[in-house]
């Protein structure tokens, strides 16, 4: 059977070589965390401190961890991050997994109920493996703000050995240590629930505004344009759109991770200091890391999708 290559807007689960494409969504996963990771520490430290006790906003915060902690600053709890990557290859899997079983064994055959199920599955696959790294990496990323002495929101920050930071694995140990012997295994998922509320909303929000967006484009624009140009266009669209929403909700996500406090008692906290400010508490720098992180993932995504496919497919995409 012959297919036009309009008729394979979006590459399939049933098309990719899975021996390719599972290492291959890895290291891109880890160069895409390792060029976005400094904007997910600076928008964690603007969300947690109180008011602007330390940084007026996203220049100013990366300005003066520079200077004061130099570029490692940047990276504080990266490595650490870095385990991430098989909760983002369970994530793509289960998003790709997702949408093909919904195809063939359910009446949800359109594209965009597919892509909104299946980013919502996704999420809660991920979430679940990504937030005892999150609970560790935030503390890591606050050491910077504690040793500076800036006032950070919350009373239950964790108080770490003197000397701990000064290496690179020595924090990290400390913090394990010391979260397990204050909550015991449920300190890691502190904020799982706020996670669950943030982010898989806004994964199945993002999956369908990119799919909408992915088709939109294609259909107003010349049929030279190349396809992988539309879709890096339409991820980052996509991501400001969900950005503009959940900001507030994020914001309490990374408090409550942090402080280890009850949601309601930080939402009130939060809404209190900041007032309507709420919905622009690290904005700035979440729109920076989303339109990247966004623009990133998706040349990254695609591009091993295509250089995933089988042969038999190879004919029936276009880049």
Not at 141 to 163: H, Y
Request: with cysteine; glycine share 8%; proline share 4%.
């Amino acid at each position: 059977m012959e297919y036009d290559m309009a008729t394979v807007p979006v590459v399939e689960f049933h098309m990719l070589n899975l021996k390719k494409y599972v290492p291959l969504t890895a290291l891109s996963g880890f160069c895409v965390r390792g060029i976005l990771y400094p904007f997910t520490l600076i928008k964690t430290r603007l969300q947690v401190q109180r008011n602007n006790s330390m940084y007026t906003g996203t220049y100013d915060a990366f300005s003066k961890i520079i200077k004061g902690e130099g570029a490692a600053g940047l990276y504080r709890g990266f490595w650490l991050s870095n385990l991430m990557v098989f909760s983002q290859i369970s994530y793509i899997t289960t998003y790709e997994g997702v949408r093909h079983y919904l195809k063939e064994n359910t009446p949800f055959t359109n594209t965009y109920w597919r892509s909104l199920i299946g980013g919502a599955c996704a999420s809660l696959v991920g979430q679940t493996f990504m937030v005892p790294i999150d609970v560790i990496s935030q503390h890591l990323q606050m050491l910077g703000l504690q040793e500076a002495g800036a006032s950070v929101a919350g009373r239950n920050l964790l108080t770490l050995p003197p000397g701990a930071a000064r290496t690179r694995f020595g924090a990290t140990n400390a913090i394990i240590s010391a979260v397990y012997r204050r909550d015991g295994i449920r300190g890691f998922y502190h904020g799982y629930g706020a996670s669950l509320m943030v982010y898989v909303p806004n994964s199945a929000c993002w999956w369908l505004l990119y799919d909408f967006y992915n088709r939109q484009l294609a259909a107003i624009s010349p049929v030279w344009v190349p396809r992988l140009a539309l879709q890096v266009m339409a991820g980052p669209m996509s991501g400001i759109t969900i950005t503009c929403i959940t900001t507030p909700l994020d914001a309490i996500r990374a408090r409550v991770q942090v402080e280890n406090l009850p949601y309601g008692y930080v939402a009130r906290s939060l809404w209190k200091e900041e007032g309507m400010w709420i919905f622009t508490k690290g904005l700035s720098a979440r729109l920076v890391s989303s339109i990247s992180f966004s623009f990133f993932i998706i040349l990254g995504y695609e591009t091993v999708k295509r250089w995933s496919l089988k042969e038999e497919y190879k004919h029936m995409v276009r880049w």
